[in-house]
C-alpha cells in the first residue's frame, strides 16, 4: 500500500484509483442499481433503431439545426451566468465580513426553490407592454407605443437570465463548501511566493475549488437541457420543446424518441466533458496545520459592492418574483385555498421527502462504489448512464419507466392468473413505486455529484486504514 504524503505541502493531488484489488459484491450491487436506474434511459434510446418515419425526414431537414444551435446558445449562456453569480458570492460569503453577510450566507440558496417556468411567468406578467414596469414608465414620462425601447423578456436571453438566476444556486452552494474547506496553509505559502490576494485566488484558491464548481455548473447545465416550461413559455425552440411538440403534437412518438436519443448524447458528452476537465483529480488535506481561511473585512465601497454583488441574485431571483406572486396569491385567496389545497400540498410535501431519502440513499451507496472503483470502467460507465436523467425531460423519463414496468406488470399478472387464478392488477406502474422509481431516475445525478464531491475531500488513506483495521466496506462508509 502506498502511503499518502505528509510533508509541508498543505494539499497533496491524488488520481481516483481502485483501493482494492479484486471486485466484490459491493461492485456488483453498483452495477445492479445502476443499470436499474438507467433502464428508462435505455428504453427511450432503444427507439433509435426504430425505423425514421417520414416525420423524422421533416424534422431533419427543417428544426433539427434550430434545436441543436438553440440548445448550445441556451447552455453556454447559463453556464456563464452560473458561473459568475455562484463563484463570486460563494467567495465573497466565505472570506469576507460586510454587512448582511450572515443573511446571504443562507438565502442566496433560496431562488433554488423558484421553479424557472415560475419565475419565467411572474417576470412576464410585470415587464409586458401591459405589466406594471412599462405602464410605469408610460404613466410618468407621458410616452407612448413606439416611442421608447424595451427589451423582449420572451426571447433567447430573457431565457438564459431566468434559467441563471434560479441555478446559480448549485454552483453557490457547491463552490462554497469548497471554499470553505480550504486551509489557510495553502494561501499563506501562495502570499509567500509573491502572489497577490486576487492571484492567490485565481491560482490557487479557484483551481482547488474546481471540482465542486464544475460539479455545480455541470447540475445546472443538465436542469436546462432539461427544461420546457421557460423555453416554451419565451418560444425558444430547444430539443426539449421539440421532444413536446412532435410526440403530442405530431403523434409520432418514435421521432420524439429519437430526438430525446440525440439530447442524451448531449448530456453524455456533458458527463464525460465533467469527467474529464477534473482527470479523476482530488485534493485533500495532509498537512496538520490545517486552518480555515480568515474572514476579510471590507469597509466603505468595497462592503458596498460586496453587499450589492449578493444582493443582486437574491433581489431578482427570488424576492421581487416572490413578492409579486404573494401578491396575486393576495388577490385570489378566497378561490384558491381550501381543504383540497392543504391536501396537495401535504402530499406534495411527503412525496418529495420520501423521493429525497430514497436517492440520497441510492447517491450514498453509488459514489462510495465508484470511489472503491474508481479506475473500473464498467462501474464508472454505469454510474455515469444512470445520472444522465437528470437532463431528460420529466414525460420522457416517465414514459420510459412506465414502458418496462408496465410490460413487468402485465408479464406478472399473465403468469399468476395462468397458474393460481389471481390477478395482481398494476402492481409496479400503477402505484406510488412507479412515481418513487420516477423521481430516483430524475433526481440521481443531484444527489449523487453532491456526495461525490464530499467524498473527493476525504483523503483515501482513511479507507486504507479503516480496512486495514478489518472494517468492511459498509462500516468504513
Known sequence: MSSVPTGTLPFARSRGRAIWGRPGAWDAGVFAIAMVLALPLLTVASFVFH????????????????????????????????????????????????????????????????????????????????????????????????????????????????????????????????????????????????????????????????????????????????????????????????????????????????????????????????????RQARFHHTSQRYQPLPRFELTGMGALAAFAVCATPLLFGFLVPAGQLTSWAIQTAGHTVDAEFITLAANSIGLAATAAVCVLLLALVMAYGRRMRGTRPLVRFAVSLAGMGYAIPGVVVAIGVMIPLASLDNALDAWLRGTFGLSTGLLLSGTLFALLFAYSVRFLAVSLHAVEAGLSKINPAMDDAARLLGRAPAAVL
Open 51 to 278: 425505423p425514421a418515419r417520414a416525420v423524422w425526414a421533416h424534422l431533419a431537414d427543417t428544426v433539427l439545426k434550430g434545436y441543436i444551435l438553440n440548445s448550445l446558445a441556451l447552455m453556454l449562456g447559463v453556464a456563464v451566468g452560473a458561473l459568475s453569480l455562484g463563484v463570486s458570492t460563494a467567495w465573497l460569503c466565505s472570506t469576507c465580513r460586510f454587512p448582511g453577510r450572515t443573511v446571504f450566507e443562507w438565502a442566496l440558496l433560496l431562488p433554488l426553490a423558484m421553479p424557472a417556468y415560475i419565475i419565467a411567468y411572474t417576470y412576464t406578467g410585470m415587464l409586458d407592454f401591459a405589466g406594471p414596469v412599462q405602464t410605469g414608465l408610460r404613466d410618468l414620462t407621458g410616452w407612448q407605443y413606439g416611442d421608447y425601447w424595451f427589451p423582449e423578456i420572451r426571447s433567447l436571453g430573457g431565457a438564459i437570465t431566468m434559467l441563471s438566476l434560479v441555478l446559480y444556486p448549485y454552483v453557490y452552494l457547491l463552490a462554497r463548501a469548497a471554499f470553505l474547506d480550504q486551509s489557510m496553509c495553502a494561501l499563506e505559502t501562495a502570499r509567500s511566493l509573491g502572489l497577490s490576494t486576487w492571484a492567490a485566488f485565481r491560482r490557487v484558491a479557484l483551481p482547488m475549488a474546481r471540482p465542486a464548481i464544475v460539479t455545480g455548473v455541470s447540475l445546472a447545465l443538465m436542469e436546462t437541457l432539461a427544461d420546457y416550461g421557460t423555453v416554451q413559455y419565451f418560444g425558444v425552440n430547444t430539443f426539449t420543446t421539440g421532444i413536446f411538440r412532435t410526440w403530442f403534437g405530431l403523434g409520432d412518438s418514435a421521432a420524439a424518441a429519437q430526438l430525446a436519443a440525440i439530447l442524451m448524447l448531449f448530456v453524455f458528452a456533458l458527463v464525460m466533458l465533467e469527467r474529464g476537465s477534473r
